[in-house]
Each structure stands twice: as structure tokens, then as C-alpha cells.
């Protein structure tokens, strides 16, 4: 691909790699984000993820899939993890897990959930909670090349206290216009009430079908079902919907 | 959006997918040969919590592909798939 700006790995096996936490950032009540230096980082492309995998001194170990949150910046790869109460990985990740530790991470993978700055056409970013993290860097990607391409982010989120990124995404990014949907409790005189994303809320915060937009859409899998499904009944070619479900067991 | 489906999708599985073939395999694209659908694999349904990798047919369900580990060895399954057209490595 001409005009590559992500280094490939060039036919280098995936491998795990040891990856130092440098860095925790608290993002909401329950999530986190972590920074990590990952010698030998290959660069990525906003929207893919890693593999991370935790291995206990009595060898047990287990992994999880993660999308990545930054941009390519040399060695370093930020993820935001939201604990599950429930979960096995995240409330180490988000709780345990001190700045100096290593972890073992794979990756980055997947190149169907990908923004590319090759690509011209006006962006649709859909994200329901925690489904933002890829999006954003996406965000963050196009800022990092001051990149015009015209963005727009519709971000559900159950309240403002949910909510991720909050002070960068209140900066000016030119170009982007961000619509936020809450679904359990809104900031005071908000004029929309809680509620689930609607086609109306698609319709006014995304583009016209005409526009051929290409529309990621992020969150769990039941929010992924609905806005998907919106957004081809509005006309959206399904061709140009790129989803990725976020499970319960992270 | 009351009852959430168990599934992810294909790209929750590019990790172990891309161990394996040595090349990402979620931009693979494959036909069912269930329904004769054909998708990228990163459009397919993932279950991850069955003993292994699961991945199956949006259309109609078939279990495209099933990849399972033990520690000395790897077990794939791709009865489901008519072809799988990978993309060469870059």
C-alpha cells in the first residue's frame, strides 16, 4: 500500500513480547488507561488491538484482547481497560497491575477494524462505551498527522461519569464533530433524554448515505446489532460498516 | 438491547489466527458451506469461551472454523469453509 505511514512487520512472525506499565491514567470510576514501553513495538494502525497475556507463578495463564487507544508513537501503546466486576483480567489490569511491572502483549492485529490516512472519505465513529477506546485512536491518528478528513463521532455512554476522555475530546479537534448519548442520566438541562441510540440520532449526528461514509461501530454486541442495523435501514451500504463487538469476558 | 449474544466477532480471534497462518486472517475471506455466504473472517461470529476458538457463520450459524489448544499442540477445524482466500503476507 503506497503512502503506508505504519510500518509493516515485513513478514515477521506475531510474537509476545515483554511490555513495562510506565504509566496509569484514571479515566472514569472503573477504567483505566495503561501505558506501556514494548521494545521492539512494530507500530500499529488506529483501530487494531493486542493480545495480553498474564501468566501466574504456577504457570496458569490467560489472555484477553484489547484495542489499542493511541497512536503509533515508537515503542509506547496506551489500551484502556474497563474492569468487570467479574472479570479474571481486568481488576488486575486496572487495580493490580503496578507502573514497572511487565506483562506479555501480542500484536498489532486484526486489519479489518482499521482507519487508514489513505482513505478520504468522510468517517462515522459509533461507539457505545467502552467501544470508544479504538475509535479514539482513530482520533487521536488523525490529529497526530493533522489529517482533514472529515470526522464524526457519535459516543453513548450510560452518564457523564462514564464517560472516557472527556477533557481531550472537549478540546477543538478541527473537522471533528462529536455527538454525545447518554442512556441512563444526562448532564443538568441536556436537551435530549436518556435513551438508547435511535436512527434520528444517527441521521443528525452521521452523514447521508449519499456521502458514502465508511462507519465504524464499537461497543458491545447488542449496541453494535442496533446501530448497525440503523444505519443500513438509513441507507448506509452494509459494505461500508465495519463493526467490532466488545465482549463481557475482558 | 436487553439480552446480549454471547458472540464477538472474527476480529477477537486475529491473535491466535494470525499465530497460526502467520499472516492476519481477519481480512480472509471465505464461503459457508452452510449457506454459501462469503465474508471476511473478521465478519464472522466468535465465540471464545467454548474449549478454544469457534467461529461461526452470521448468516446461518455453521461453524465455520474451530481452533483449539493444548500446550504442545494446536487443533483447527475448517469443515465449514468451502475456501478461505488468504491475503498474501506484505
Given at each position: 500500500?503506497?503512502?503506508?505511514?505504519?510500518?509493516?512487520?515485513?513478514?515477521?512472525?506475531?510474537?509476545?513480547?515483554?511490555?513495562?506499565?510506565?504509566?496509569?491514567?484514571?479515566?472514569?470510576?472503573?477504567?483505566?488507561?495503561?501505558?506501556?514501553?514494548?521494545?521492539?513495538?512494530?507500530?500499529?494502525?488506529?483501530?487494531?488491538?493486542?493480545?495480553?497475556?498474564?501468566?501466574?507463578?504456577?504457570?496458569?495463564?490467560?489472555?484477553?484482547?484489547?484495542?489499542?487507544?493511541?497512536?503509533?508513537?515508537?515503542?509506547?501503546?496506551?489500551?484502556?481497560?474497563?474492569?468487570?466486576?467479574?472479570?479474571?483480567?481486568?481488576?488486575?489490569?486496572?487495580?493490580?497491575?503496578?507502573?514497572?511491572?511487565?506483562?506479555?502483549?501480542?500484536?498489532?492485529?486484526?486489519?479489518?477494524?482499521?482507519?487508514?490516512?489513505?482513505?478520504?472519505?468522510?468517517?462515522?465513529?459509533?461507539?457505545?462505551g467502552s467501544g470508544l477506546v479504538p475509535l479514539m485512536a482513530m482520533i487521536r491518528t488523525r490529529r497526530a498527522v493533522s489529517d482533514r478528513?472529515?470526522?464524526?463521532?457519535?459516543?453513548?455512554?450510560?452518564?457523564?461519569?462514564?464517560?472516557?476522555?472527556?477533557?481531550?475530546?472537549?478540546?477543538?479537534?478541527?473537522?471533528?464533530?462529536?455527538?454525545?448519548?447518554?442512556?441512563?442520566?444526562?448532564?443538568?438541562?441536556?436537551?435530549?433524554?436518556?435513551?438508547?441510540?435511535?436512527?434520528?440520532?444517527?441521521?443528525?449526528?452521521?452523514?447521508?448515505?449519499?456521502?458514502?461514509?465508511?462507519?465504524?461501530?464499537?461497543?458491545?454486541?447488542?449496541?453494535?446489532?442496533?446501530?448497525?442495523?440503523?444505519?443500513?435501514?438509513?441507507?448506509?451500504?452494509?459494505?461500508?460498516?465495519?463493526?467490532?463487538?466488545?465482549?463481557?469476558?475482558? | 438491547?436487553?439480552?446480549?449474544?454471547?458472540?464477538?466477532?472474527?476480529?477477537?480471534?486475529?491473535?491466535?489466527?494470525?499465530?497460526?497462518?502467520?499472516?492476519?486472517?481477519?481480512?480472509?475471506?471465505?464461503?459457508?458451506?452452510?449457506c454459501g455466504a462469503q465474508m471476511m473472517l473478521a465478519e464472522t461470529h466468535a465465540y471464545l469461551d467454548a474449549p478454544g476458538t469457534v467461529?461461526?457463520?452470521?448468516?446461518?450459524?455453521?461453524?465455520?472454523?474451530?481452533?483449539?489448544?493444548?500446550?504442545?499442540?494446536?487443533?483447527?477445524?475448517?469443515?465449514?469453509?468451502?475456501?478461505?482466500?488468504?491475503?498474501?503476507?506484505?
Amino acid at each position: 500500500m503506497a503512502g503506508a505511514t505504519v510500518p509493516r512487520r515485513l513478514g515477521e512472525r506475531l510474537r509476545w513480547r515483554a511490555a513495562r506499565l510506565t504509566e496509569r491514567v484514571t479515566e472514569t470510576g472503573t477504567a483505566r488507561t495503561l501505558v506501556f514501553d514494548v521494545p521492539g513495538w512494530p507500530g500499529h494502525l488506529a483501530g487494531q488491538h493486542v493480545d495480553v497475556r498474564l501468566t501466574a507463578e504456577d504457570g496458569y495463564s490467560t489472555q484477553r484482547s484489547y484495542s489499542l487507544a493511541s497512536a503509533p508513537d515508537g515503542e509506547s501503546v496506551a489500551l484502556t481497560v474497563q474492569r468487570l466486576e467479574d472479570g479474571e483480567v481486568s481488576p488486575y489490569l486496572t487495580d493490580e497491575l503496578a507502573v514497572g511491572d511487565l506483562v506479555e502483549l501480542r500484536g498489532p492485529v486484526g486489519g479489518w477494524f482499521v482507519w487508514r490516512t489513505e482513505q478520504k472519505e468522510p468517517i462515522l465513529l459509533v461507539g457505545g462505551g467502552s467501544g470508544l477506546v479504538p475509535l479514539m485512536a482513530m482520533i487521536r491518528t488523525r490529529r497526530a498527522v493533522s489529517d482533514r478528513t472529515p470526522f464524526r463521532l457519535l459516543y453513548s455512554v450510560r452518564s457523564p461519569d462514564d464517560q472516557l476522555y472527556t477533557a481531550e475530546l472537549r478540546r477543538d479537534d478541527p473537522g471533528l464533530d462529536k455527538t454525545y448519548l447518554y442512556t441512563r442520566s444526562t448532564p443538568e438541562h441536556w436537551p435530549r433524554p436518556p435513551g438508547h441510540v435511535t436512527a434520528s440520532d444517527l441521521s443528525t449526528g452521521g452523514w447521508p448515505p449519499d456521502f458514502e461514509p465508511t462507519c465504524y461501530v464499537c461497543g458491545s454486541t447488542g449496541f453494535v446489532e442496533t446501530a448497525a442495523g440503523l444505519l443500513v435501514a438509513l441507507g448506509h451500504h452494509p459494505g461500508r460498516i465495519r463493526t467490532e463487538r466488545f465482549g463481557p469476558s475482558a | 438491547m436487553t439480552s446480549t449474544p454471547d458472540f464477538l466477532d472474527g476480529n477477537a480471534a486475529a491473535g491466535d489466527l494470525e499465530s497460526l497462518f502467520g499472516t492476519d486472517m481477519t481480512m480472509a475471506f471465505g464461503r459457508c458451506s452452510g449457506c454459501g455466504a462469503q465474508m471476511m473472517l473478521a465478519e464472522t461470529h466468535a465465540y471464545l469461551d467454548a474449549p478454544g476458538t469457534v467461529l461461526r457463520c452470521p448468516g446461518c450459524d455453521n461453524v465455520l472454523l474451530s481452533l483449539v489448544h493444548s500446550p504442545t499442540h494446536m487443533w483447527l477445524n475448517t469443515g465449514g469453509l468451502d475456501y478461505l482466500k488468504v491475503p498474501v503476507p506484505q
